[in-house]
C-alpha cells in the first residue's frame, strides 16, 4: 500500500519542480565547474598568451557524455561564452581560455581580446542550454590566484 502511495507523490513531486532524472548517469553527476585560474602569471599585458592563461575548467562528474550545445558561461558583470555543438565525455574536464586560438577537445577559446575574470573577486556561472544553472565558482582578493570549486 505505501508504494502505490508513492508513486502519486512522486508524480505530483515531478509535476511541481519539474524534476526528473531520466537516467542513472544523470542522478550519479553532472557537469561542475572544477576550477577557475582567474589572474594569469605576469603582468597584465593583455597578450594573448596572458589572455590564455586566463580560464575556467569544467568538468563531467557523471558516468556519460553530455552535451554543452547552447550552454553558457557568465561572469558577475555577464560577459558570456556559449558553447557550440561541444561534448565532455564522463569523467573528463575542459578548458575555457580566455583568449583566441583553435578549439581542440580539452580547451575551448573565448576569442577575446580583454579579461573576463576579476582578480578581485567574480563568480562563474555554469548554465544549461535551458537556462537553468548547473553550477557556480565565486573568489575574493583572499583567494590566490585560482581556486578549486
Known amino acids: 500500500m505505501r508504494t502505490r502511495a508513492a508513486l502519486p507523490a512522486l508524480a505530483g513531486a515531478v509535476a511541481l519542480t519539474g524534476t526528473f532524472l531520466s537516467t542513472p548517469a544523470q542522478a550519479a553527476g553532472g557537469v561542475t565547474i572544477h576550477r577557475v585560474y582567474f589572474d594569469s602569471p605576469g603582468s597584465d599585458d593583455r597578450s594573448n598568451a596572458s589572455l590564455n592563461a586566463e580560464w575556467v ?3 563531467n562528474t ?3 557524455t553530455i ?3 547552447n550552454w553558457t558561461l557568465v561572469d558577475a558583470s555577464r560577459h558570456s561564452y ?3 555543438d561541444v561534448k565532455i565525455g564522463a569523467g573528463s574536464t575542459k578548458k575555457v581560455r580566455t583568449g583566441s ?3 581542440t577537445a580539452a580547451n575551448k577559446y573565448q576569442d577575446r581580446g580583454a579579461y573576463v575574470w576579476n582578480n578581485t573577486s ?3 556561472t555554469l548554465y544549461k542550454a535551458s537556462g537553468t544553472k548547473a553550477d557556480s565558482c565565486s573568489w575574493t582578493t583572499r583567494d590566490p590566484s585560482d581556486t578549486y570549486c
Do not use: Y
Open 82 to 84: 556559449t558553447f557550440l
Open 101 to 103: 586560438g583553435t578549439d
Open 57 to 59: 575548467q569544467i568538468k
Open 122 to 124: 567574480d563568480t562563474a
Open 62 to 64: 557523471g558516468s556519460s
Open 67 to 69: 552535451s554543452l550545445k
